[in-house]
Structures are given as C-alpha cells and as structure tokens.
C-alpha cells in the first residue's frame, strides 16, 4: 500500500485541533514534518536524509518510504519490513544540542515513540534500553540515531524509526522475535489502524520531546523513562557484562548492578535478558 499524505494531514489537523495546550514548548517548536519527501521505494531514509542535510535541507523535514532495500539498524545490523505494511521514516533536524548530548536523543525519541503506540496496545508499550520499544517481549520499533557534524559543531541530526504497524505474518526468523500494532490486542476506543494515523501520533509526541529535550535535557524524562522501562529489575546481559537493570541515568546509560552490587553504567551494548 501506498503511503497516503493526505490522508496524514487530514490526521495531524485533527489531532492538533484536539490537542490541549501545554506549558512546554511545543507552540514555540517548529513542526515537524512540514516538508515531506515519500519514496516507494528507496535504499534506507537515513541515508537519503543526511544526504539532503548535506545539500542544506531544512529542519524538520520528513524522508518517509513504503520500501527500504537497504533499510539500516544499530550497529551495522539490517533492517528489514514488507513493503507498504509499516513506518519507515527519518525526521532531519537541526536542533539546539551538543555533540554529546545529541546521542541521548535515542531515548527521548523512544519515549514518543512509546506514547505514539500505545493508544493502539491494550498491553504496555515499553523502551528496551538504548534505542528499542518492545511490547512484552518484542520488539516493535527501533530508532537509529545519526548525527551530522560541521568541524566540532553539530550541524544536523537524522532520526530514523522504524514502527511495525500493519504486518501480520512476519517471517519465522522474527516471529518470535517481533511484534507489530496489528498484532497487539487494540484497547476499546483505539483509533483505527494506519501508518498515517501512528505517524502523525508520532510527529506530535516528537515535537513535543525533542522541544523539552532541547530546553531541558534528559534529567526531565528520567521519572517517565523509569515507569515504562522494559529492562528495569530484569536479570540482564550486556555483551559480556551481567548483572540486574537498575534503570536509565540522565547521560542515557543503562546502570547495571553487577554481583556483589557493584553499579556499572553501560554507555553502550546490546541487552538480552538473562
Ligand atoms: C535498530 O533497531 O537497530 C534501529 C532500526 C531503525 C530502522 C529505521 S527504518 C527508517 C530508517 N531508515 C533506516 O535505514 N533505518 C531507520
């Protein structure tokens, strides 16, 4: 299926006109998404968005795909979705960071990604340390952060997500690995399902984050990063580190309590529970 734009204007002006004003940010945040650029298919949106980053594309800029041939996860790993089914997209920013701090984006990006997805899921939808949401145990989005610097200076920042929104039959390699919306059990009163109508759910959970973000770093997201920590309290592994999650600190490491309860901070790994 053909990702439909007009579709995800019809749903961002309701949404928007639905949405109650908050303290924070979110009237003086540019949108997001104000230019968009839809590919049927292209090799990964990430690429394709530093590439324009590179050419001076402006903020908030959105690449959005039906199809990816060379979609790109953490770590060099690949990332695959049938074509038309899920979100493939990259938002282009120019934000107000460091270069440090620009990597500790992936969490608040997850927490937005988190909120977007559970109005769809009647069961929690969670961040799995560093760049992961699962629902139980699957994964369901993955975001890829990549950051774009001029000298020292950060110039552009590219966040790639990937949402699995309408697969049913994900192959058996995954199956037991991942999950998608479709597959979650829908709370009464779920909006119907669509790319659309989760991307635009998205774009306004973004705006918002990024803007907090941006005036106040992750020490404000620390107490919501907590409550929906898909790690927190588990028996975990971190490459070749054990030990038991004891949450998010507000540089973005994991802090793992390892025997004898020494406190290790993991800046970066992938998790697998133990
Ligand atoms: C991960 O889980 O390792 C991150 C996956 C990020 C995938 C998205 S899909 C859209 C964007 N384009 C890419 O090539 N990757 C990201």
């Known amino acids: 299926?053909?990702?439909?734009?007009?579709?995800?204007?019809?749903?961002?002006?309701?949404?928007?006109?639905?949405?109650?004003?908050?303290?924070?940010?979110?009237?003086?945040?540019?949108?997001?998404?104000?230019a968009i650029r839809h590919f049927e298919q292209i090799g990964s949106t990430?690429?394709?968005?530093?590439?324009?980053?590179?050419?001076?594309?402006?903020?908030?800029?959105?690449?959005?795909?039906?199809?990816?041939?060379?979609?790109?996860?953490?770590?060099?790993?690949s990332w695959a979705s049938a074509p038309g089914e899920n979100l493939l997209f990259s938002l282009l920013l120019r934000p107000?960071?460091?270069?440090?701090?620009?990597s500790r984006l992936t969490l608040a990006v997850g927490l937005a990604v988190r909120d977007a997805a559970q109005a769809y899921s009647r069961d929690a939808a969670r961040i799995k340390w560093p760049n992961d949401v699962w629902v139980g145990r699957k994964k369901l989005a993955g975001i890829l952060v990549e950051s774009q610097l001029s000298g020292n200076r950060l110039d552009s920042v590219v966040i790639g997500?990937?949402?699995?929104?309408?697969?049913?039959?994900?192959?058996?390699?995954?199956?037991?690995?991942?999950?998608?919306?479709?597959?979650?059990e829908a709370p009464d009163g779920a909006p119907e399902l669509s790319r659309?109508?989760?991307?635009?759910?998205?774009?306004?959970?973004?705006e918002r984050r990024i803007s907090e973000f941006e005036q106040l770093g992750l020490a404000a997201m620390l107490d919501e990063l907590r409550v929906h920590d898909a790690l927190l309290g588990a028996r975990v592994k971190v490459d070749d580190r054990h030990g038991v999650a004891r949450g998010i600190d507000q540089n973005g490491a994991l802090v793992l309590e390892e025997a004898g309860g020494n406190l290790f901070r993991v800046e970066t790994g992938t998790v697998e529970f133990a």
Request: charged share 25%.
């Open 96 to 102: 107000n960071l460091d270069v440090r701090t620009a």
């Open 46 to 77: 990430n690429d394709e968005a530093i590439e324009a980053a590179r050419r001076g594309a402006e903020h908030g800029t959105l690449f959005i795909a039906d199809n990816q041939t060379a979609g790109r996860g953490r770590r060099g790993r």
């Open 161 to 184: 997500v990937g949402v699995n929104v309408l697969s049913r039959d994900l192959p058996s390699e995954l199956a037991d690995l991942a999950t998608s919306l479709a597959l979650c």
């Open 196 to 206: 659309e109508g989760v991307l635009a759910r998205l774009l306004i959970q973004l």
């Open 1 to 34: 299926m053909r990702f439909d734009e007009d579709l995800l204007q019809r749903e961002l002006r309701a949404l928007r006109g639905a949405q109650p004003s908050h303290g924070l940010g979110a009237a003086l945040a540019p949108a997001l998404g104000v």
